[in-house]
């Protein structure tokens, strides 16, 4: 089973989150010939403190 993981900082609403869960699926499923059934995804939230870009923590 393909598992895709998404890590980003908390934002988006349960209902987003549903969304994006669907559309990476079907994505993944037509790009791949994979069943939808059988993707799955996970949604990491990390807080933007325990993020850094260019060296510099984002919170």
Sequence with gaps: MPLIQI???PG?????KAEVISAV????AEASGKNPS????T???????NWGVGGTPLG
């Design 43 to 49: 949604i990491t939230e990390v807080p933007r403190e």
């Design 25 to 28: 699926t079907r994505a993944y």
């Design 38 to 41: 059988s993707v799955w995804v």
């Design 7 to 9: 890590s980003q900082t």
């Design 12 to 16: 988006l609403s349960d209902e987003q």
